[in-house]
């Protein structure tokens, strides 16, 4: 292994420092983008996509199936919710869509009814055998679709490196409801599909006041709001906020786009989400020790590295080079504070774009495992939040996706 350039490891830290003036730019771009998204959804780079879907009043009571789909688990949970905030996860069943050696359903061999026909095995071993009682679900499917009403959603485009064949283009609805036939599951009901997003805001907001945002910071990155005046009333609108194009990419953002599955696509959700920070620090420190060997730093290796945890252990079990003093430990520390610092900023800053169009203090409801899991990101965002002034501030949301599934169904069932 090469000595460490760290020339190198210190340029690279200084490209990810961000910039108190570049975050007010991008503030600024994303209220532009979303005001002119909303005039014509075709001049902005954010999707303004509606959920169908309000804030729930927080009455809604009865036990439902939740089906969280979103990234290489599957889950589908049997929830009880009863008034305000509170509510009982009675049955959880969870598995991996692929399995080296066994089974793959997100590879381009993947095919869309192979999917959600194992979807549909999961959904029947959390029935417990009961196939005659009509249950409603919900499902939290985290991927850019069109809403064609609450009960049914288009997959625009994979993301998070999904290559099933036969989903994009297609009613996720319709191919679940073929496999529920194909098991004799005429008793599941699937009322709602939204995104994890809105799930996050309605599980919020039937605990918190005056929840306008919701937020998912974790392998990927999504944010959607209360709009107060979509065609004249109110609506959850998912903005597929990942797919934000007006940001200043650096040399390694760059890098990283032209090598990824889908170039020119998802611009901030590469420089933010858990899925791509680890790929940007792999890249730099690749460079660093001239290795022609790809890392596979991840996004928990840089929230330890940043707090200055087993810094020297996980540059050795990743990169398989022993830091030679406390000089380069410290550019390796640098490196890993300052692109989870930009990550944190970056989407900040975007919370601080809707607030500047709907010009209410909002809380914003935050799931994902970044978020939840690293209480120093959550700090960076209350900081960069507190500087617009007022009292907005974020707050975690636990089972956020299938409580707010659950959710969605009870408004479902209530509009029915």
């Known amino acids: 292994m090469s000595e460490l350039n760290k020339v190198v490891m210190g340029n690279a830290a200084r490209e990810f420092d961000v910039s108190a003036n570049t975050l007010l730019d991008l503030r600024k771009n994303f209220t532009k983008e979303l005001e002119e998204g909303l005039a014509d959804p075709s001049k902005s780079s954010l999707k303004i996509l509606p959920s169908f879907l309000t804030t729930p009043t927080g009455d809604e009571t009865g036990t439902y199936l939740a089906l969280d789909f979103g990234g290489t688990n599957v889950r589908v949970l049997k929830v009880k919710i009863w008034k305000h905030g509170n509510y009982k996860i009675l049955k959880k069943v969870e598995f991996p869509l692929k399995m080296e050696g066994k089974y793959d359903f997100i590879g381009k061999n993947a095919t869309g009814e192979g999917l959600f026909d194992f979807i549909t095995k999961l959904i029947e071993l959390s029935l417990d055998g009961n196939t005659e009682d009509e249950i409603l679900l919900g499902h939290t499917f985290s991927f850019p679709s069109e809403q064609l009403d609450l009960a049914n959603a288009k997959l625009i485009s994979w993301t998070k490196e999904f290559q099933t064949q036969g989903v994009e283009g297609v009613n996720v609805t319709e191919l679940l409801s073929k496999s529920l036939l194909k098991r004799n599951l005429t008793n599941v009901k699937p009322v709602a599909v939204i995104n994890d997003t809105v799930a996050t805001l309605l599980a919020g907001a039937y605990t918190h006041a005056n929840t306008l945002i919701g937020s998912i910071y974790a392998t990927g990155h999504n944010t959607c709001y209360l709009e107060p005046n979509y065609n004249g009333e109110p609506m959850i609108i998912n903005l597929e906020s990942g797919g934000f194009s007006k940001v200043e990419q650096n040399t390694y953002d760059k890098l990283l786009d032209k090598t990824s599955e889908k170039p020119g696509e998802q611009f901030l959700e590469k420089m ?120 907005i501030r974020s707050f975690k949301v636990d089972d956020g996706s299938a409580l707010g599934a659950a959710i969605a169904a009870a408004m479902a069932e209530g509009k029915m």
Do not use: W
């Open 272 to 391: 933010v989400s858990g899925r791509y920070v680890g790929e940007l620090y792999s890249l730099v420190v690749k460079q660093a020790l001239s290795s022609e060997e790809n890392f596979a730093f991840d996004s928990l290796d840089l929230c330890n590295i940043a707090q200055s945890v087993d810094v020297k252990k996980i540059v050795k079990e990743k990169a398989g080079y022993d830091i030679q003093d406390k000089e380069e430990e410290e550019l390796f520390i640098k490196l890993a504070t300052n692109i989870m610092n930009r990550s944190a900023s970056l989407i900040s800053a975007t919370f601080l774009g809707i607030y500047y169009h709907i010009r209410k203090l909002p809380t914003i409801a935050v799931d994902g495992s970044l978020y939840v899991k690293n209480r120093f990101l959550q700090n960076i965002i209350d900081e960069n939040l507190k500087k617009a002034g007022g009292n």
